[in-house]
């Protein structure tokens, strides 16, 4: 029987950078999240960097800036950038990742859906956002993890610049949480710039109180779900064309627009 979580003296720490993949998964069974070191190689961060603010300058400048349902209404130091997969063709690659893909297999199997591939960029001065499980929207009691958030830190995540709050061990109570649990108490994830943080669908955390003077902390979120749930970005609507015209098989799986089970045309796959 898990303890209350708020009566906890010292919370566990969160695991430690690792470059061996079994490792990972044992972390993620246990810690329900694993950091997987210099999963980007610099030259690729270089590149996933300056594409995400471009993209995010791009939207500021055109009154594109978008929150998130998640955000502190009363707060606006978050900028979201959708739907990245339809921004810069280097986003392709990160959904693709062959690291972050093993670990979407070991945790929810395949086919696997891609639901959604976000940044969320916080900005000096706040930046906190509620207190949620990813899972969350998913009918409980929870059986098991369904979805696993693949987190690409695109600089690097300190307690300062508002590194992901997590509540350790959550994935382990199999709910989500609530009302009564947002004050309950987090570690920060801190990661160099491109680590890729594997974070179990059940595990409590929201995005940490930016209190830098003058540095933005940006994450790229990329959740990957069971095939049963429909994405939250709807790809029908919003994929830029020619993503789906040169994706790979992969892709196309991911993007439920190769159907396996569902998804069907007339009781065949689409491609
Ligand atoms: O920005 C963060 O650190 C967390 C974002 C998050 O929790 C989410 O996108 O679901």
């Not at 009566?7 to 044992?26: C, M, N, V």
């Not at 382990?172 to 609530?178: H, T």
């Not at 569902?262 to 796959?269: E, K, L, P, Q, T």
Request: charge should be negative.
């Amino acid at each position: 029987m898990n303890q209350p979580l708020t009566s906890q003296p010292t919370l566990p720490r969160l695991p430690a950078p690792t470059h061996d993949l079994e490792q990972a998964k044992r972390d993620l069974a246990e810690h329900g999240l694993c950091l997987v070191a210099d999963a980007l190689p610099p030259a690729l961060l270089a590149r996933v960097r300056d594409a995400l603010y471009r993209a995010a300058a791009e939207d500021r400048a055109r009154g594109w800036e978008q929150k998130f349902i998640g955000d502190q209404e009363h707060d606006n130091s978050n900028q979201r950038v959708w739907n990245l997969l339809s921004r810069e063709p280097v986003f392709i690659d990160l959904v693709e990742h062959p690291i972050a893909l093993e670990l979407v297999r070991h945790a929810i199997g395949w086919p696997a859906l891609l639901s959604n591939i976000s940044a969320n960029i916080t900005g000096p001065g706040g930046g906190e956002m509620i207190m949620h499980a990813d899972q969350g929207y998913m009918p409980e009691p929870w059986a098991r993890t369904q979805g696993i958030n693949m987190v690409w830190c695109v600089n690097d995540f300190t307690d300062e610049n508002g590194g992901t709050r997590i509540v350790p061990q959550t994935h382990l109570l199999n709910r989500s949480p609530l009302d009564s649990e947002q004050g309950v108490a987090t570690v920060a994830l801190e990661a160099a710039a491109g680590t890729l943080v594997a974070i179990d669908g059940r595990i409590w955390h929201r995005t940490g109180n930016n209190r830098t003077v003058d540095q933005r902390r940006a994450g790229i979120f990329a959740w990957y779900t069971l095939p049963i749930y429909l994405p939250q970005e709807n790809w029908y609507l919003s994929l830029n064309p020619a993503v789906r015209q040169f994706a790979s098989d992969t892709l196309l799986d991911l993007l439920g627009l190769k159907a396996v089970v569902f998804g069907r045309v007339n009781g065949a796959s689409p491609e």
